[in-house]
């Protein structure tokens, strides 16, 4: 054997690289919405949630279904949000997902990009209407812009998971 060779064949991938790599992207994703970006209406994606619908679309079973109540606290501790807003609408559409997946036979890409769209317009316009239901029922319009850009940046987002994921299982 050359020197410093190892052998793949009957080797396992690292049990903490798949434990630990789902929610700390996740929480990373998070922890992006704590950047000092001023703007006058919301423009940035929610990065959490879209990691974590990535990964709950790409891998069905990884997650549980009060994953949601956690990793969203986590998010509303970033994002400044009412603390349980995220909690809340992350753990509906963990079980909203889960009930799905139990009725579905197979989805395929257009599928899992269309279930997310209706995914992150639910979580933003529902965290938007958490915050002031009276007055932020008059504003959902400024919320199109943070839609649009959510939506059109979940395929990337779900193409970076898939290649964290392919990593994470690779021995």
Same mark, same amino acid.
């Given at each position: 054997?050359?020197?410093?060779?190892?052998?793949?064949?009957?080797?396992?991938?690292?049990?903490?690289?798949?434990?630990?790599?789902?929610?700390?992207?996740?929480?990373?994703?998070?922890?992006?919405?704590?950047?000092?970006?001023?703007?006058?209406?919301?423009?940035?994606?929610?990065?959490?949630? &879209?990691?974590? *619908?990535?990964?709950?679309? $790409?891998?069905?079973? /990884? =997650?549980?279904? %009060?994953?949601?109540?956690?990793?969203?606290?986590?998010?509303?501790?970033?994002?400044?949000?009412?603390?349980?807003?995220?909690?809340?609408?992350?753990?509906?559409?963990?079980?909203? &997902?889960?009930? *799905?997946?139990?009725?579905? $036979?197979?989805?395929? /890409? =257009?599928?899992? %990009?269309?279930?997310?769209?209706?995914?992150?317009?639910?979580?933003?316009?529902?965290?938007?209407?958490?915050?002031?239901?009276?007055?932020?029922?008059?504003?959902?319009?400024?919320?199109?812009?943070?839609?649009?850009?959510?939506?059109?940046?979940?395929?990337?987002?779900?193409?970076?998971?898939?290649?964290?994921?392919?990593?994470?299982?690779?021995?």
């Amino acid at each position: 054997m050359a020197k410093g060779y190892r052998s793949t064949i009957n080797r396992q991938p690292s049990k903490l690289r798949i434990r630990v790599v789902p929610p700390a992207t996740v929480i990373l994703g998070s922890m992006v919405t704590a950047l000092p970006i001023i703007t006058d209406h919301p423009i940035l994606p929610p990065l959490g949630l &879209l990691v974590l *619908l990535a990964w709950r679309l $790409i891998r069905p079973g /990884y =997650w549980p279904v %009060w994953i949601g109540f956690p990793l969203g606290l986590i998010d509303d501790i970033f994002s400044g949000q009412p603390i349980g807003s995220a909690v809340f609408l992350w753990s509906t559409v963990f079980v909203v &997902l889960d009930t *799905l997946d139990r009725k579905a $036979i197979s989805r395929d /890409y =257009w599928q899992d %990009w269309f279930i997310a769209s209706i995914a992150i317009t639910f979580v933003l316009v529902g965290g938007m209407l958490i915050v002031d239901f009276p007055r932020n029922l008059l504003f959902l319009d400024a919320l199109i812009p943070q839609i649009l850009f959510s939506i059109l940046l979940y395929p990337f987002i779900a193409r970076l998971v898939g290649a964290i994921d392919n990593w994470r299982v690779s021995t």
